[in-house]
């Protein structure tokens, strides 16, 4: 039976979120009918809303959201039961292709079809406007919803004790910058690390490299209110960008530079930064997305005489089946401060308001509540 839910919709490149009410068909087989309890507002969807990435529109927006199945296609295999919490995933693993069974989910064969058809795994969407219309899901996700309906191969059981809010934003933010610390950095006890932008993916890096032991760790930002929250999470430094050239301040500080720096920022400008920072042999790491088509220039001597690296990672390179109930867990102990990334919370009608707010520096991570 199709239900009615309301929704923000992004119709036009540029135009404001509108609130409308559409029609979600049933899940599907291997889908799941899940009621939103919270949703982050994240650098992504600014970047669909305002053109500097594509999906097909209508959409409806959001990728960071966490709630509760409340339906249940049939032929789910995981175990999931109606009741259980779940974070969402914007990127599926089908568990299928090469590069699931290789151990790299988050570059699943599938992801690029789901992203690019704005449907579910089979390309298609479970939802409709008014008019009959079809509209589109962002990333398989599309939580600024009151439900959605999702492949199970894109949620994580979450436990009854992790608030909605945390799930929310463990799913996107907080995996894509704890999941570079462990994935892609590994044992960095006493290493120096960088990381530039103190966001929610760029705090989350910097607890997880806190965790792990690297000292120095120093935040790059240009906003003071951020980097004293990155004092608070675990940075034994900062560097504020408007004090003068971030580079030669940290060199000040780690003269040689660094052997790591977490790039979180996607901007050309710091990007090239992050490389001139590092000492011989070590790794720039991009977690931040660009605008597509958008490039850095490398000095080519600086790779070859001082064997600097320069790698991606997306979405922590994490596997999320095994990354988040680890992040739960550190979060429980402490390690992982987490409740210092949240910030405003607000309801559906209330987005417009959470979106401005991101684009005026706002501190710590926006939650829409769609049940509220
Ligand atoms: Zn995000
Ligand atoms: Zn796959």
Redesign the pocket.
């Known amino acids: 039976m199709n239900q009615r839910v309301k929704a923000a919709v992004l119709r036009e490149i540029g135009a404001p979120l509108g609130i409308e009410e559409i029609e979600l068909a049933d899940p599907g087989p291997g889908e799941l009918l899940v009621e939103i309890e919270a949703a982050?507002v994240?650098?992504?969807?600014l970047h669909y809303l305002q053109g500097g990435l594509r999906c097909p529109l209508p959409v409806v927006p959001g990728?960071?959201g966490a709630g509760r199945i409340v339906g249940m296609g049939p032929d789910v295999r995981e175990g999931f039961s109606i009741g259980d919490r779940v974070a969402l995933l914007?990127r599926p693993n089908c568990g299928r292709c090469a590069q699931c069974i290789a151990g790299r989910p988050i570059m699943c064969e599938l992801g690029p079809v789901q992203a690019q058809s704005g449907g579910l795994l089979d390309g298609t969407s479970r939802m409709r406007d008014s008019h009959g219309e079809t509209v589109h899901h962002l990333l398989g996700v599309s939580c600024f919803s009151e439900r959605v309906v999702v492949p199970e191969r894109s949620v994580v059981y979450v436990p009854d004790d992790i608030p909605p809010e945390i799930a929310a934003i463990a799913g996107?933010?907080v995996i894509?910058g704890v999941g570079a610390v462990r994935n892609v950095v590994g044992s960095c006890l006493g290493d120096a690390i960088v990381v530039i932008g103190a966001g929610?993916?760029g705090l989350s890096a910097l607890m997880g490299a806190a965790a792990a032991g690297a000292h120095p760790l120093i935040a790059v930002d240009v906003d003071e209110a951020k980097l004293s929250l990155a004092a608070r999470v675990g940075a034994t430094a900062t560097v504020d960008g408007r004090d003068g050239d971030a580079v030669e301040q940290v060199l000040a500080l780690v003269p040689g530079g660094v052997a790591w720096v977490i790039e979180a920022v996607g901007r050309p400008e710091t990007m090239a930064s992050a490389v001139s920072m590092l000492r011989p042999g070590g790794t720039a790491v991009a977690v931040g997305l660009g605008r597509v088509g958008q490039t850095f220039d490398v000095p080519i001597n600086e790779l070859v005489q001082r064997q600097k690296r320069v790698v991606g990672s997306l979405y922590g390179s994490s596997i999320p089946q095994l990354d988040l109930p680890r992040i739960f867990e550190l979060y429980r102990s402490g390690a992982l401060p987490l409740d210092l990334l949240l910030g405003e919370r607000y309801p559906l009608e209330r987005i417009g308001d959470a979106f401005e707010a991101l684009q005026h520096e706002s501190l710590g991570r926006s939650i829409v509540l769609p049940g509220a």
């Open positions: 982050g994240c650098h992504s969807d990728h960071e914007w996107c933010a894509t929610g993916v």
